[in-house]
């Protein structure tokens, strides 16, 4: 339980980092603002969990050092 | 089979006018190289018109746009246009791009048991992003280029005789050239927050069915 408050924690600091002029479209689910985003987050519902899932795969990518071929 | 290339471009929400916009430049391709392209657009873009177009002109090439889930993609206002059990056959002898969220989970898979040549699309949602001031003009925008071009590849490279395998492994290149860019360029922390949906969509995006089928 403590790891996921703290994985949440840690995407909703890297979506703040999000322009504020930008939108994200997430297929039928709709298209969402940073805050909006952020909020879906603290809420854990189903996009929530999408944008969760979405930070994580990159930050794995990144460790894994999959973009320098 | 003609040379026909299908393409579908509902246009009712923000996500579908960007994708219909940024599908004008394939339409533009193709009918570079000498193809006759179907365009649904807007309300043109029904089962009803879909189906009888498959029919009619039995193209070789569908390009289908538009919101979906794991089993079927949609037209206008939601109307859906293909169901994995239901009309997947449709695409029977056909190579299929569908630019559309977790089509290629069930439908792609099922549109290959039926006969489809190959499958592109995406077994997870395709998320891009965008900015709010070029909603009113989609094309112009650069940050939803970084994702809609790498798309547009697959489309140019079969157009231009490469297989099915050929163009996904494009499109997954440029994804990762664009990642690349704004990783080692100096580019605004504005461009780089579209990583990590970049890196979303190359790795999602698959090819099934015949890796070496072409036009």
Request: net charge negative; with cysteine.
């Amino acid at each position: 339980m403590e790891i996921e408050q703290e994985i949440k924690n840690l995407v909703i600091a890297r979506l703040k980092t999000l322009p504020e002029d930008k939108s994200v479209s997430v297929g039928s689910e709709g298209d969402f603002t940073k805050d909006e985003l952020i909020q879906h987050v603290e809420d854990n519902d189903e996009i929530g969990k999408k944008v969760i899932e979405v930070e994580m795969n990159f930050l794995h990518a990144i460790k894994e050092g999959l973009f320098h071929e | 089979m003609s040379k026909d290339v299908l393409v579908t471009r509902p246009e009712y929400d923000y996500t579908t006018r960007y994708i219909s916009a940024w599908s004008q430049k394939i339409i533009i391709f193709a009918e570079s190289k000498g193809n006759l392209v179907i365009d649904l657009l807007k309300d043109r873009a029904t089962k009803k018109e879909f189906e009888s177009v498959v029919h009619k002109k039995n193209p070789s090439f569908v390009i289908i746009n538009g919101h979906g889930n794991d089993q079927s993609v949609c037209g206008q206002d939601g109307d859906v246009l293909i169901e994995a059990g239901v009309n997947d056959d449709i695409l029977n002898s056909r190579i299929v791009y569908a630019l559309s969220c977790r089509s290629a989970k069930i439908l792609g898979p099922e549109s290959i048991k039926s006969g489809a040549l190959a499958y592109i699309g995406y077994v997870e949602d395709f998320i891009f992003m965008y900015s709010n001031e070029k909603r009113g003009h989609p094309i112009d925008d650069k940050t939803a280029e970084l994702f809609l071009e790498p798309s547009n590849q697959i489309v140019i490279s079969l157009l231009k005789g490469h297989t099915a395998g050929e163009a996904h492994q494009g499109s997954k290149k440029f994804f990762l050239r664009n990642i690349q860019k704004l990783l080692t360029s100096e580019s605004s922390s504005i461009e780089s927050s579209a990583l990590r949906y970049l890196f979303w969509d190359m790795k999602y995006q698959v090819c099934l069915g015949d890796q070496s089928a072409t036009l």
